[in-house]
Each structure stands twice: as C-alpha cells, then as structure tokens.
C-alpha cells in the first residue's frame, strides 16, 4: 500500500534557531501534501495545502512566514519551522494524496515531535 | 461553515459492549466522509470511508444525510480496539482538504 515516510520523527531545538520536517511519498506520486498540526489528545489543525510545483495555501492563522512549505516534487514535500519558539512544540503531520479523484484517501506520515528550549 | 463534530472526548466500554462512536458534520456541498484510528505512538490509520462501504475490524459506519451524521459502530468491542478515533471530511471544492473531528478516545476494558 500507499506509504509515507517523515523525517526526523522527532527533534529538539533552541529557541531562535530553524527546523526543516521532510515529508515523502515512498511508492506513488502525491500531488497534494497537507501539513498537520496536532496537541496532545487533540485533533489535527489543518495548517496548509500544497501542490507540487505551486505555492502552498495556508489555513487562517497560520504564519506563511514562520512555517515555510516546500512541494519541488511529486515526491517530496517539506516544512520549515522558521525561528522557532516554545509555542512552536508540537506534533507535526504531513499527509499525501493522489490526484484529486472522489474515494481516494490520505496517507499519513508518522509524524515529528518538535521541541523547541 | 464546515465543520465535524465529536461530541464524546472519552468513550469508555467493557470488553465485548457494543459501541458507537458519534460524528455529525456541517457541510454544504456532497460530503465525503473518512473515519482514522490511532493507536498509540503509531500514525493514522484509515479505518473506512462511507463511498466504499467496506467494513474494517467490526467497524461500519452509515452515512445519514438527513441527520449529517457518520457515526461508528461496532457490535463488540475487543481491547485492541482502544485507540483514538477521528471522523473526517473531505472538502472535494477546496481541493480535496480534510478537516478532522476533535477526536474520541475509546478504552475497551477486560
């Protein structure tokens, strides 16, 4: 099946300092990435949209400045936590999915436990 | 406005219960609906999707768009099927987002 893999699975960075997440399709081509973002025993804040080649959309709230989304490949989709904060710790979850056809699913990556001190 | 709505943050049954674990939606267009489950420490899962009307691990969930609902149900519930639940809707006309439900935390006990 559909798998997706995404690195680093968890990190921890100082205050100040930029965190990169990647986000990769292993086995199909998803033309659009989401980007989660999700408290402990809370459900998942959609925080952007991308399709590969354009600029991602973001959500309402959501800093584009602070949490630079990346989608260069069909394969490949990243985010970058730009001069993190505490407030920025979090799970983050990227999710692919191909085309765009009614009855496909997501595929979820396994997430990335940023800490930021 | 779209939305997805679970109501229970706990849901707590004895082995072998029956079990339903409710979503109600708001959603102007055709809604597409997903249910995920998570276990703990690993990512989400698709547990079904109402356009396939499959049945996974016991699980079924019947679309009411009458009621806008997708509630989850299970006629007897095994611990394993602890886990978090999450209901979700595909926004087909905002191209193709999901937005999830707040989650339902099910805890089967022996």
């Known amino acids: 099946g559909a798998v997706v893999s995404q690195h680093p699975s968890r990190v921890i960075c100082k205050s100040g300092t930029s965190v990169k997440i990647e986000c990769r399709s292993l086995d199909f081509q998803a033309t659009t990435m989401f980007w989660y973002r999700q408290f402990p025993k809370q459900s998942l804040m959609l925080m952007a949209t991308?399709?590969?080649?354009?600029?991602?959309?973001?959500e309402q709230g959501v800093e584009k400045d602070k949490f630079l989304i990346n989608h260069a490949s069909l394969t490949l989709s990243t985010l970058t936590v730009t001069s993190a904060h505490p407030e920025d710790s979090s799970f983050y979850i990227c999710s692919a999915s191909q085309a765009g056809e009614r009855g496909y699913g997501y595929t979820f990556g396994s997430g990335t436990r940023l800490t930021v001190v | 406005a779209q939305r997805v709505t679970q109501p229970e943050k706990l849901l707590s049954v004895f082995k072998g219960a029956p079990v339903e674990l409710k979503c109600n939606y708001s959603y102007s267009g055709s809604p597409e609906l997903f249910w995920y489950v998570q276990y703990s420490r690993q990512r989400l899962q698709l547990l079904l999707r109402h356009i396939s009307r499959e049945s996974i691990k016991g699980f079924t969930a019947d679309l009411n768009k009458g009621e806008t609902s997708f509630h989850l149900k299970k006629p007897f519930a095994q611990e394993e099927d602890s886990a978090m639940y999450y209901c979700?809707?595909?926004?087909?006309?905002?191209?193709?987002?999901?937005?999830f439900g707040q989650g339902t935390e099910l805890s089967v006990k022996p």
């Open positions: 991308s399709n590969e080649g354009s600029k991602a959309t973001y």
């Open positions: 979700a809707l595909r926004l087909y006309n905002q191209g193709g987002k999901l937005i």
